[in-house]
């Protein structure tokens, strides 16, 4: 069962976010059920603002600069159960819910790779059958 706890309920004791010095703030996505790690990206207030309206994850892309939601090209979205602050208010964690791949290598995880370079997580999708 999907549920979305984001929304409207601002409390007055939210706490502030503290975005660097490029108005971006780590993310964290974490499997809400399993708690496996899935990938770290970075958000701007108008990320926050979106995943917060829709209950889908969106993100900042550095690279192309530009606001993204998981998963529009893919289908591979995230729906966020909960967003979480850390104690400094500079990094969010996003508790969701993966369909399909959080990596755009195909892989589960984006964290799929020891440091030797061994795989260690599993392909759950061919990425040339999703992107052009």
């Given at each position: 069962m999907r549920q979305t706890v984001l929304g409207s309920r601002m409390s007055?004791?939210?706490?502030?976010?503290?975005?660097?010095?490029?108005?971006?703030?780590?993310?964290?996505?974490?499997?809400?059920?399993?708690?496996?790690?899935?990938?770290?990206?970075?958000?701007?207030?108008?990320?926050?603002?979106?995943t917060r309206e829709t209950g889908l994850a969106h993100y900042y892309s550095r690279s192309r600069d530009e606001l993204w939601k998981k998963g529009g090209s893919s289908g591979h979205v995230q729906h966020v159960e909960e967003i979480r602050v850390d104690c400094d208010g500079d990094a969010l964690l996003y508790l969701v819910e993966q369909e399909g791949g959080a990596?755009?290598?195909?892989?589960?995880?984006?964290?799929?790779?020891?440091?030797?370079?061994?795989?260690?997580?599993?392909?759950?999708?061919?990425?040339?059958?999703?992107?052009?």
């Open positions: 007055t004791d939210a706490p502030e976010l503290a975005f660097d010095e490029q108005s971006l703030l780590p993310v964290v996505a974490q499997d809400a059920a399993s708690g496996d790690v899935l990938m770290l990206a970075y958000a701007s207030s108008e990320a926050v603002e979106q990596c755009h290598t195909g892989f589960e995880s984006c964290f799929y790779r020891s440091i030797d370079g061994e795989e260690v997580g599993e392909k759950v999708f061919d990425p040339d059958d999703v992107y052009e």
